[in-house]
């Protein structure tokens, strides 16, 4: 059974431990306004998951999926345009201090085909929201276009550019 979690709130770390616990979280219409002026978003209609928190190691892994609707400003006809995005989230974390935590020493080899090392956070808790954010955060095309929108370049003018003017100028002998 899933339980409504409230947004911005802490999952504790002793609550985690040996329990697996199914959240719902949905994002209310105030900090979907906050969340979409942070992103950058012309508007955020939707923002919810549903998410898996079960015990790690020391920590926590949370599991599930991050639903949104967006709308985003086409940068090709600077028309709006709504977006769906559906993204999975996985992420491993464990407390501040722990030996489970990743040691940078010496010379770091990064495998794309692994597993991301869990992430390390401070204090009495985690807070899933912060998560789900980050996922929609990622999910987003940096360089959004409408469906279907082609850039068209300019047609050619017979007009001289003023750069051209300056170049003939430079190729020109100093006169006396």
Do not use: H
């Amino acid at each position: 059974m899933s339980e409504a979690w409230p947004w911005g709130r802490l999952l504790a770390w002793p609550a985690s431990r040996g329990v697996e616990r199914r959240l719902i979280l949905v994002a209310s219409p105030e900090v979907r306004t906050q969340i979409g002026r942070d992103l950058g978003l012309e508007d955020l209609q939707r923002l919810g998951a549903q998410i898996v928190v079960r015990p790690w190691l020391d920590g926590m892994e949370i599991e599930g999926r991050v639903e949104a609707m967006v709308t985003r400003l086409c940068g090709v006809t600077l028309e709006l345009f709504d977006v769906a995005i559906d993204e999975p989230l996985k992420v491993r974390i464990v407390p501040q201090g722990s030996p489970n935590a990743p040691q940078a020493e010496g010379e770091i080899v990064v495998d794309v085909e692994a597993e991301d090392p869990p992430d390390e956070a401070a204090g009495d808790g985690v807070d899933p929201s912060a998560y789900v954010v980050e996922a929609l955060a990622l999910a987003l095309d940096p360089f959004p276009r409408k469906p279907g929108a082609v850039f068209e370049s300019p047609a050619a003018t017979d007009r001289i550019s003023p750069f051209a003017v300056l170049a003939e100028f430079v190729k020109r002998p100093p006169s006396d």
